[in-house]
């Protein structure tokens, strides 16, 4: 079984560089595989330029869009705990609102 979910959030950045160190610390990097291994600086402020051009926001800030997921995956081990049988309950959910009279005061005070 998997599950996603997503969230979109847009910040806004002083530069392309303060982007660009951020996604470094993210993990997010070229992955290419004849990428150079170094980005020269004057490539940087080239890009940082074009950038700032095409995106950048009249107080001079650049915005970036990050999608986020977040996942929760698992598959059936025959380890799990199974479920109770059917009809084993000692408490009836129709009980709940009477939950204050079922569990004593001692039971309520240690958590």
Not at 18 to 44: V, W
Not at 85 to 108: M, Q, Y
């Amino acid at each position: 079984m998997l599950t996603v979910d997503t969230d979109e959030i847009q910040v806004h950045y002083p530069g392309m560089f303060e982007l660009m160190k951020d996604l470094q610390g993210m993990g997010e990097s070229n992955c290419a595989l004849n990428r150079r291994c170094l980005l020269h600086r004057d490539s940087m402020i080239a890009a940082a330029a074009i950038y700032q051009e095409m995106y950048g926001e009249e107080d001079g800030s650049v915005p970036a869009t990050f999608q986020i997921y977040y996942m929760i995956g698992w598959k059936p081990h025959e380890s799990q705990a199974k479920p109770a049988k059917r009809g084993s309950a000692t408490v009836s959910f129709g009980d709940l609102g009477k939950v204050n009279e079922i569990v004593p005061k001692s039971k309520k005070d240690e958590s």
